[in-house]
């Protein structure tokens, strides 16, 4: 036992005269005993069956059971001698051994005795129809297996496909027909791994042992698979069998039942979505939803007294008792909605639970000092709360706090403590948690209490029903227990682990217990029935029992293990020392997990890489992801550390000379998960160091992208440049070629109006003639001859001198260049803003009320908006214009915002202003913007004076500059 390897040989009783061990021989005598085939008495290798099974139809009377243990005992005859021997001298490795406890093999799974080749099932032929097990199923049966032939389909050629039914789904289907009477199982609250998910939901395992009884029948079909995050999803489907037995056996009235929470009240089946860890139904249109109830939990009633095996224990500090407050959990309430079976119970029940996290020294010291460990007044109230204004007077916290009370520290290794849980429940539950709490420094954290009473069942007789809530709310405290005392960079380390839903990890439950009820042997309570179905509910799958002595048993689950008998506290110290290992195995399964989601976000990576000219997001898609992996990387190496380092330091407890406790090392077999552990921290720390190269390589193409992406920008840039350029020179030529046209016109309008003024015809040098063209023309438009005379009479000696008209139509012409053409340009220019020369950008990035601010925009002449949306952000930019001349001093700016709705953070704001229409410096621009954000409320009064302050610290670090700037001069001067 010390090496830990044991033999094993074959039963070997006194042969009877008929070759069979006595017991075969004494149970049916030599008359009805099993005729061997005449070729295995001849020792031949062949072994005809169809003759075996004559024999046995002829002779009758035996069981099964006895005819493969007749069976068995052919073989270790017939192999003789040597093969014999052989079989009987085979020993089973430690890890052999363990892995025979730990899977529901069967008792031939993994032996030292001889085993007989396993017969292939022959293909069922057309038409055949088998009716052995009509009478082995229930009505239970018949309706769960139409509620999955309701949502699978197999195929029955190779062009249809495989319809399932994922298991979390039927689990919710059995649930609400359970609830509505339909089928009549049991249910307990029960942590289901949902891909990367842990779901808490109400659980029927009887449910679930049905479907076992279906698969071992062949009713159903299953299937497993990967899911993209490293998980794993089981499906159903019914077979053809399956089929066959529903049309002998299902009943209208079974089948009108299940109909009626599989389908809506019109006729249209639901179906069922996840989301947010809640199950909701559906049907296919998506009009109709509905939440279902199968994640409400239910809470009891119970009274609990801290417990810490006396193995972890080092000081005489006595624990609290509540065992004086028992009475008060009788007269709580419960949310318990279904009528459970009892079964199995239990008396005087220790539980313990225990979890590794990535602790160290330093981690261990700062939980000390956090504790008050060296305090005069030792513990207090804590929570996880961080405190980001500790310079404030009032501190608000949640409801919900965890008392502490000291018990024994030592620096180097480890820390005991009471936790007294205050958290806040449904009105009438009655809650009394104390729970005994183990920190120590290679990560492994032990949770334990002793039940003093569950509801209205005393210390004495805690029914699994009710036991298997109650172990639902201490998975739920202890987490929130030991997040509120660990440090935040511990909490992104778990975060990291279990992807982002540290508050559901799993635990694994050890549970004591003195007394059971009914008391039977080991083997016994593993029925695959109603006993089974209830142990489950506390350790989920079971996997083997044992008996440890006349009064000990063992139960092993997949979620926790059962030890019951007088002297269950005796194995404790075996069971501590399983349990850290088995924590560790637990952590190690999820980091490993997480591992191969990081390698797998890494090819994603390189295959945006590689294809990121298709897509214009690739690029900062890609440096997203990166600057997550980057971290996920450095977290899973510093947390691989702290399990090196935590397996390096690891010690287990020895199993003495007691042989019950030898029985029990060789079952639990610490050592072969500690080896198991080492070997995978090493693998993965070649898992690790691969992610963390390929990281490199893609760190250098996004490198080698981006410079490729700044060559065609620049590129790009030149060649705007250019066409910017050469826009220009066509713009200035236009330009002039505008100014000569406009000029030319302003002329030919001068010299239109001193010819309707003068009257003269420019070409015409004959006063005469000039006097008659005129006449002719003023007598045309009505004018008395007279006073076109007299008109003319008066300017005719002026403009009868050469040259004087043409000056005349040249002073016309400049005039109305001047007052019509410049005056015009300008109002122009005025108008689309020209004229704003002094632009003044500042930039904030402060938070504001977003609510505010757009309340301050209603009053603003908004004259512009834009809005620029990506994934992780949505960027808006305004443009007002100012109106109130005389708070601005003159002429009102323009002012440009631009902030995040997102975030709610304002960035930048721009004004545009007139230099020579206002006499505001920036200084003055700023405050008076400052000033608007107060009054409106964006911002509060103390960001304000930090923004004053930080803009006054930057103006006067720009004047030191000029200032060093000056002296350089002067001295080079």
């Known amino acids: 036992s010390e090496c830990g390897v044991y033999s094993r040989k074959m039963a070997g009783e006194t042969p009877g005269s008929n070759g069979l061990p006595s017991l075969v021989t004494a149970k049916h005598g030599k008359k009805n005993s099993v005729r061997r085939p005449a070729a295995y008495e001849e020792n031949d290798t062949t072994f005809d069956l169809d003759q075996l099974e004559e024999s046995v139809g002829q002779h009758g009377g035996m069981s099964a059971i006895d005819a493969i243990e007749t069976v068995k005992a052919m073989a270790g005859v017939t192999m003789g001698g040597a093969g014999a021997s052989a079989y009987g001298a085979l020993q089973l490795s430690a890890s052999e051994q363990w892995s025979s406890a730990f899977a529901r093999q069967g008792a031939s799974a993994m032996s030292a005795e001889a085993q007989l080749p396993v017969l292939a099932e022959r293909p069922e032929a057309e038409g055949e129809d088998d009716e052995a097990f009509d009478d082995k199923v229930s009505q239970d049966h018949l309706r769960l297996l139409f509620l999955v032939s309701l949502y699978s389909k197999p195929a029955e050629n190779d062009e249809e496909k495989e319809i399932w039914i994922r298991s979390h789904a039927v689990m919710v289907l059995v649930f609400e027909g359970i609830v509505t009477g339909v089928l009549n199982y049991d249910y307990s609250s029960c942590a289901v ?43 159903f489907q019914i077979s053809f069998k399956g089929q066959k037995l529903l049309k002998r056996k299902l009943t209208q009235s079974s089948q009108d039942a299940v109909n009626s929470f599989c389908f809506t009240a019109d006729g249209q089946p639901l179906h069922v979505g996840m989301q947010d860890q809640k199950f909701f139904f559906y049907t296919s249109d998506k009009e109709y939803k509905v939440v279902s109830k199968v994640t409400d939990t239910e809470d009891v ?20 008792s509540n065992a004086h407050r028992a009475y008060e959990s009788a007269a709580g309430k419960s949310d318990i909605k279904d009528e459970y079976s009892e079964v199995v119970s239990l008396g005087e029940v220790r539980v313990i639970i225990g979890e590794w996290l990535p602790f160290g020294d330093n981690a261990i010291s700062s939980l000390m000092d956090k504790l008050g460990c060296q305090d005069r007044i030792q513990g207090g109230f804590f929570s996880d709360v ?142 695959g029935k109603e006993h089974e179905s209830e142990i489950k509910q506390v350790i989920g799958d079971a996997y083997s029992s044992h008996n440890l002595s006349d009064d000990d048993v063992l139960i092993i689950g997949k979620l926790g293990l059962l030890v019951t008998g007088r002297g269950s ?64 990387v450095i977290l899973l190496d510093e947390c691989l550390l702290y399990l090196e380092e935590s397996l390096a330091h690891c010690s287990l407890a020895g199993a003495g000379g007691d042989k019950s406790l030898q029985l029990l090392a060789s079952i639990l077999n610490a050592g072969v998960l500690l080896e198991s552990l080492k070997r995978r921290v090493a693998d993965m720390r070649k898992n690790v160091k691969g992610a963390s190269v390929e990281l490199v390589s893609i760190q250098k193409m996004t490198g080698v992208i981006s410079d490729t992406q700044q060559g065609r920008m620049q590129d790009v840039l030149t060649l705007s440049a250019s066409r910017l350029n050469d826009i220009q020179k066509h713009a200035a030529d236009l330009q002039s070629l505008l100014v000569m046209v406009k000029t030319f016109l302003t002329g030919l309008f001068a010299f239109e109006i001193m010819d309707r003024l003068l009257g003269f015809a420019y070409v015409s040098v004959d006063p005469t003639a000039v006097a008659f063209t005129s006449n002719v023309t003023m007598l045309e438009e009505g004018v008395t001859k007279s006073a076109v005379g007299d008109y003319f009479d008066l300017i005719h000696p002026i403009v009868a001198w050469p040259g004087v008209q043409l000056v005349l139509a040249l002073i016309c012409w400049f005039v109305i260049n001047k007052l019509y053409s410049d005056r015009r340009l300008m109002a122009l220019r005025e108008e689309h803003g020209l004229t704003r020369n002094l632009i003044i950008r500042y930039t904030f990035n402060v938070p504001i009320n977003l609510q505010a601010l757009q309340d301050m925009l209603m009053y603003k002449y908004v004259v512009q908006e834009d809005l620029d949306s990506d994934e992780s952000s949505t960027f808006k930019k305004l443009v007002y214009n ?85 002296d350089d001069d002067d001295d080079e001067a």
């Not at 698969?215 to 993209?228: D, G, P, Q, V, Y």
């Not at 997040?483 to 960079?489: A, F, I, K, P, T």
């Not at 002012?895 to 410096?921: K, M, P, Q």
Request: charged share 30%; net charge negative; glycine share 6%.
């Open 193 to 235: 791994a949902i891909g990367s998910e842990r779901v808490w939901m109400n659980l029927s395992q009887e449910g679930k042992d049905d479907l076992d009884d279906l698969r071992e029948m062949k009713m159903i079909n299953t299937i497993k698979l990967s899911t993209a995050d490293q998980g794993s999803v089981q499906g």
């Open 569 to 632: 506290s005796r194995y404790e110290p075996l069971c501590v020392s399983y349990l850290t290992m088995i924590c560790r195995e637990r952590f190690v399964k999820y980091f490993y997990a997480r591992v191969f989601l990081m390698d797998q976000t890494l090819r994603q990576i390189r295959e945006l890489i590689n294809h990121y000219d298709e897509d214009p997001n690739s690029v900062s898609n890609v440096r997203k992801m990166m600057g997550d992996v980057s971290r996920g």
């Open 301 to 320: 009633s119970y009274v609990s007294s801290p417990y810490l095996p006396d193995c972890i224990r080092r000081g005489l500090r006595g624990m609290t």
């Open 882 to 966: 100012e109106m109130d001349t005389l708070k601005w001093r003159g002429d009102p700016p323009k002012v440009e915002i631009l902030y995040d709705s997102g975030i709610s953070y304002l960035l930048r704001v721009a004004f545009h202003l007139n230099r020579s229409g206002t006499r505001l410096t920036p200084e003055a621009v700023y405050d008076l913007f400052i000033e608007d954000l107060v009054l409106a409320q964006v911002i509060n009064v103390q960001q304000s004076k930090e923004l004053l302050a930080a803009f006054s610290r930057k103006k006067g670090l720009e004047q030191d500059a000029d200032e060093e700037e000056d």
């Open 386 to 527: 961080i405190d980001k204004s500790p310079q404030d007077e009032v501190l608000e916290t949640p409801s919900g706090l965890t008392g502490v009370r000291m018990l024994e520290f030592d620096l180097l290794n480890f820390v005991n403590f009471e936790a007294d849980i205050h958290f806040a429940e449904d009105e009438g539950i009655v809650q009394v948690e104390n729970f005994g709490t183990h920190v120590r420094t290679d990560g492994f954290v032990l949770y334990g209490i002793k039940i003093e009473a569950i509801m209205d069942h005393g210390a004495d007789n805690v029914s699994l029903d009710l036991l298997s809530r109650l172990l639902m709310d201490m998975q739920h405290d202890s987490t929130r227990i030991i997040d509120s005392l660990v440090s935040e960079y511990q909490r992104s380390l778990l975060d990291m682990i279990f992807y982002g839903d540290r508050f559901s990890r799993d635990k694994y439950n050890i549970i004591f217990a003195e007394m059971i009820n009914p008391k039977m042997s080991a083997e016994l309570y593993l029925d």
